[in-house]
């Protein structure tokens, strides 16, 4: 179970953890993930989970599109107000490799050659659509750069994951958010914690989120709001997936059906497959 701790410090501050071993173990499992991929798209669902959880509704969802240029190819990563998360990799084996400090070369698999784009549908005519460019491609900083410019939100990120044989054995992140009445003096205070909060994957090593806000701005006296599950879950179903099928049209449904015996959908969140003979045609077109 991931759980997902809000706090507020002197109304000026709003700081979110969430520790997500277990979101990220379960992508590992359903895409294969190698070490480096894992950390990248453990990294993006870490701050989705966080960012779901300042939707309005639980109806709200978004969507984050991350493509730096590099070998890892496009990250996609969706989230809604309910605290499910769920995301793909272009390439989910590309080849890991380790940067100077002998960390997961994550930069160098995302790239800095493009951008980072979030999809809002809150219900309205027309979603939200806020875009900036990567400037690292290590993607907490590349989420704050996103925040300051597109949104003009200031906020810290660090997000961390933590990968040792195929599996995650700790990850988590922190998002503080600074209010419009935040005080130069407490602004500063907070950037010097954050600044100190490094090696991130391992703030979470056997600690809740709860512990790790604690741990950094507990002499700030927060103020605990929250504490909710997040979890990776695709909402992909039979419904959704006839939706396709039927979109298809007739007669290219049936060219399908004619050449190769089927249709065969299969969802890039959960690799759940959704196969159609004729008869399951037949019966969707004839509803």
Do not use: W
């Not at 071993?21 to 993006?44: E, Q, W």
């Not at 060219?255 to 969140?269: A, K, L, P, R, T």
């Amino acid at each position: 179970m991931s759980i997902l701790t809000k706090a507020i410090i002197d109304n000026q501050i709003v700081v979110t953890a969430v520790e997500t071993k277990d979101i990220v173990n379960k992508a590992i499992k359903l895409h294969g993930l190698s070490p480096v991929a894992a950390a990248a798209l453990g990294r993006t669902l870490t701050m989705a989970a966080m960012m779901g959880k300042e939707l309005k509704n639980e109806s709200d969802y978004l969507t984050i599109k991350i493509n730096g240029g590099g070998p890892l190819g496009q990250i996609t990563v969706c989230a809604d107000g309910k605290g499910n998360v769920k995301g793909m990799v272009d390439n989910p084996v590309v080849e890991t490799s380790l940067n100077a400090n002998g960390h997961l070369a994550v930069g160098e698999a995302v790239g800095n050659d493009g951008s980072l784009t979030v999809i809002k549908d809150l219900g309205m005519k027309q979603p939200y659509v806020g875009s900036s460019k990567l400037v690292s491609g290590e993607i907490a900083q590349d989420f704050a750069y996103y925040f300051a410019t597109s949104e003009q939100q200031p906020c810290g990120v660090t997000l961390g994951v933590g990968v040792s044989k195929k599996m995650c054995t700790s990850a988590g992140g922190v998002f503080v958010q600074v209010m419009p009445n935040c005080s130069e003096e407490l602004l500063s205070k907070v950037e010097t914690v954050m600044y100190a909060m490094d090696e991130m994957s391992y703030q979470f090593d056997h600690s809740t989120a709860r512990e790790v806000i604690t741990r950094f701005f507990g002499q700030f006296d927060p103020q605990f709001t929250e504490d909710s599950e997040v979890r990776y879950k695709c909402g992909c179903s039979k419904r959704k997936i006839n939706r396709v099928v039927k979109s298809l049209g007739k007669d290219e449904a049936q060219s399908i059906i004619d050449e190769v015996g089927q249709i065969e959908v299969c969802c890039h969140f959960c690799n759940k497959k959704y196969v159609y003979k004729q008869e399951d045609v037949d019966k969707l077109f004839n509803k």
